[in-house]
């Protein structure tokens, strides 16, 4: 089956795991290291509505953004490193404008990560799944349970006894009013507020219809 590449301005739900079944992450370093790269190759491409990073697999809930947004962001980087250079002479511009396509953005983030990943731990070859999954989200009921069930993954995989408390998924931006790069504002209207935000949280995902069309590594 021919996997379509991401497109320009659609809603997906990212994910994937380890190359037979290895994984992903093995030391807690490279959990943050991920979200770096992560950081630097998809956020100039997408927005991002939630995100989990277990040992073996990932999710993320995102939109990948127009090609006028893709420009928009850049310009938008230009005036924050503007005011930034005013305070510190260190600080690198953004490189020149430059449309990527968003499928490229996530295979060089694959190749960065793995790139360091190897190395540091003296193995060689593909560490990715390939092609990574992905799956056009076609609601809005549909993207607030996605969302819900990336947060609850860590508990539903038994790694945690409260997914509240797994230090590496987007959950914690929602209960805080830190800076995020995760879309708060507007996941939160999409609930009806935080206070939804959080009950939709409580519910019991295991027997919704809506999960025959989430995946689960095996």
């Not at 420009?71 to 990527?100: D, V």
């Not at 959080?198 to 295991?206: G, I, P, R, V």
Request: glycine fraction near 4%; charge should be positive.
């Amino acid at each position: 089956m021919t996997i379509q590449p991401l497109q320009f301005g659609q809603t997906y739900h990212v994910y994937n795991r380890g190359n037979n079944r290895e994984n992903l992450f093995v030391e807690p370093r490279n959990y943050p290291y991920f979200l770096k790269l992560y950081a630097k190759h998809i956020l100039p491409i997408a927005e991002t509505y939630a995100y989990c990073l277990l040992p073996n697999h990932f999710h993320f809930a995102l939109r990948t953004r127009s090609e006028e947004e893709q420009e928009t962001y850049w310009r938008e980087q230009i005036c924050l490193f503007s005011e930034k250079r005013q305070i510190s002479r260190q600080i690198s511009p953004p490189p020149p404008f430059k449309l990527t396509k968003p499928s490229l953005a996530f295979k060089n983030l694959f190749i960065a990560y793995s790139r360091a990943f190897n190395n540091a731990n003296g193995r060689t070859g593909t560490l990715f799944e390939r092609p990574f999954h992905r799956k056009p989200v076609d609601s809005e009921a549909y993207l607030l349970t996605l969302i819900t069930y990336i947060h609850q993954n860590p508990q539903k995989h038994g790694l945690i006894d409260d997914y509240r408390e797994w230090k590496w998924s987007s959950y914690s931006a929602y209960c805080s009013d830190q800076p995020s790069n995760i879309q708060r504002g507007e996941v939160f209207a999409w609930f009806g507020g935080q206070r939804h935000f959080s009950e939709a949280h409580q519910q019991d995902l295991t027997n919704l219809q809506d999960l025959s069309n989430l995946w689960e590594p095996t």
